[in-house]
């Protein structure tokens, strides 16, 4: 005689599903960004054995450390010493992981598995604290497990990629002149030394990054503006790179394309911000008067109609076409975030507020990621000869505030038409019999 016996599955803690979520997303967003740094170092042809320690540097570069080098080269007169520091991040690995961390959140909590969906009362649960049997947690809970979940994933994931990077090869010497062949980024890093980002630098901009990232995907989760003006930029940005990516690689070679990869969204941010009005410039401090006066003629001599100001070129673009462009991308903004808002008689003013406080603060922080900086400095024989640097930046406080008026002009224009849009749609929809009857 048997009997069946009937097994009930172990419920999970009502936690366990969002700090599951959680990190799984902060997992994925590491992985993207090492993906995406190791394929655009591939393209640009970087050995096997500097690989591991420049995909290190490239993850930390695009979590906003900045990279420094130096060395010492042996002359027949004096020894001469270098020390070089560059703060340039990398947005074409920062905007990976941050879509990836996002989207795979989004599709874990959505997705079919009722695990992942609701929390169910397990051992341990205590029903009127917070949670009853058989309901969710509260939305400031599960967003709060959700955060500490993908901040524990990707700061887990992010030890190993920055240990791995840091046990690369010794510094190889100097190379004789001739030895860097164009387009050789191995040799040019064996030359310049072995660049290295500063490990407590580096941890400390990887919880800027996340605190960032995370803000704007659980504030995102009720406000539509937030979510709007993050999925336009990226997208806009996502694809202007994929196409120039692909147009470069096929007209130039793999290494520029490689090149497009990494820092094509910072000239696509670059591009919008100055549309709209911001006053780039590339500045330098510290060289001589010949040097500093060639590169100023240079770089004017590669963008129409360059203006000289003081010790700094402004950055003049085709204003009125990048003006045209960046109008639409936030015109875009504005009638998605009038579609999900709902209809009230302060409507107009809700959207026009809301969309110019997020893309005051959407251009002021693409436009600090998207800075620029080199440094410089030379030592002979133990004095310090030279202390130069170049700079291209723009002032994030005037970006902020065409971001406010851009925004709010775009929020309530983007009312305007979907309220006109859907009068026509509601005229087109009604019988055209229903009168006669």
């Known amino acids: 005689m048997s009997s069946a016996v009937n097994v009930r599955p172990r419920a999970l803690p009502w936690w366990a599903p969002a700090l ?23 393209l640009l042809g970087v050995d096997g054995a500097d690989l591991p320690r420049l995909v290190a540097l490239v993850v930390a ?51 079919p598995d009722a695990l992942l969906r609701r929390a169910r009362p397990g051992r341990g649960t205590r029903p009127g604290r917070g949670t009853r049997p058989g309901q969710r947690p509260s939305r400031p809970a599960e967003a709060g497990l959700f955060a500490g979940g993908a901040a524990a994933g990707f700061l887990l994931l992010l030890a190993p990629v920055l240990t791995l990077g840091s046990t690369g090869s010794a510094a190889t010497p100097p190379l004789t002149a001739g030895a860097v062949r164009p387009g050789d980024v191995s040799g040019l890093v064996g030359a310049l030394g072995e660049p290295r980002a500063d490990a407590s630098t580096t941890w400390l901009h990887a919880c800027l ?29 996502a694809l202007l790179t994929s196409a120039a990516s692909v147009l470069v690689a096929l007209t130039t070679g793999p290494a520029a394309a490689g090149v497009v990869l990494l820092g094509g969204p910072n000239v696509v941010f670059v591009a919008l911000t100055r549309g709209l009005g911001a006053d780039w410039r590339l500045e330098n401090g510290g060289l001589p008067d010949g040097v500093g006066s060639a590169l100023r003629d240079r770089f004017a001599d590669g963008v129409p109609s360059a203006e000289r100001v003081g010790g700094a070129t402004a950055l003049d673009l085709p204003v009125p076409l990048l003006t045209v462009g960046a109008a639409a991308v936030l015109l875009l903004c504005g009638v998605l975030v009038a579609v999900r808002t709902q209809t009230t008689p302060a ?36 004095f310090s000869a030279l202390e130069a640097g ?18 709010a002009a775009a929020g309530g224009l983007g009312v305007v038409l979907v309220d006109a849009a859907r009068r026509l749609a509601a005229v087109r929809r009604v019988d055209p019999g229903e009168g006669r009857r």
């Open 209 to 237: 990054w996340l605190a960032v990232v995370l803000a704007v995907v659980v504030v995102g989760r009720r406000s539509p503006a937030v979510v709007t003006v993050a999925a336009v930029f990226t997208a806009t940005a």
């Open 347 to 382: 409507r107009p003013l809700r959207c026009s507020a809301e969309l110019g406080v997020t893309t005051a603060m959407a251009l002021s922080v693409v436009t600090v990621l998207s800075r620029m900086s080199l440094d410089l400095d030379l030592s002979l024989g133990g």
């Open 390 to 407: 170049v700079a291209l930046r723009a002032s994030g406080p005037r970006t902020a505030l065409l971001g406010l008026v851009w925004g």
């Open 61 to 111: 570069a695009a979590l906003g450390a900045p990279a420094a080098t130096g060395g010492t080269v042996d002359t027949p007169f004096v020894p001469v010493s270098f020390d070089l520091e560059v703060a340039a991040t990398p947005l074409g690995v920062s905007l990976a992981g941050a879509v990836a961390l996002a989207a795979t959140g989004a599709l874990l909590a959505r997705g």
């Open 20 to 42: 599951g979520v959680g990190t799984a997303a902060g997992a994925a967003g590491i992985a993207a960004m090492v993906a995406v740094a190791t394929g655009a170092l591939l």
